[in-house]
């Protein structure tokens, strides 16, 4: 009876740890929908980076900007997307949105995005920030 007691612990044990393994894997990912949004808010980022001549822009918002676009790889290679995947994604959203005007609202709403999608991602940016020069 004993011997029956420690393999159904062990049993029990070891389905356990696999589902935490599981879920844990399955909270840390990206779905896709939040990768496509992560993307472009990467674009809307680099756009705010290079905004056409005239524009008008606090001197912050570019490097909050280009902080956000280092984290959200640095996230995105940490959860396990290959970096060539990444890239793709990014450069098909710069495709989309170089050259457009400076939108404070998507700018926010893509801070507000990764901040709640990035655990820590608020700390995150801001320490990227300061070290961009």
Known sequence: ?????????????LIVLFSLFIFSLALADLTKSNKEKAWDCVGIYMANYFLPSGEKFEYGMKEKSMASV???????LEVGIKETD???GVNK???????SKYSEEATNQCHSFLEATIPNGKDRVKKVAQTLY
């Open 1 to 13: 009876m004993n011997e029956l007691l420690k393999k159904n612990f062990f049993s029990l044990l």
């Open 70 to 76: 280092k984290v959200w790889k640095e996230y995105a």
């Open 86 to 88: 990444w890239d793709k």
């Open 93 to 99: 959203a710069v495709d989309k949105h170089y050259g």
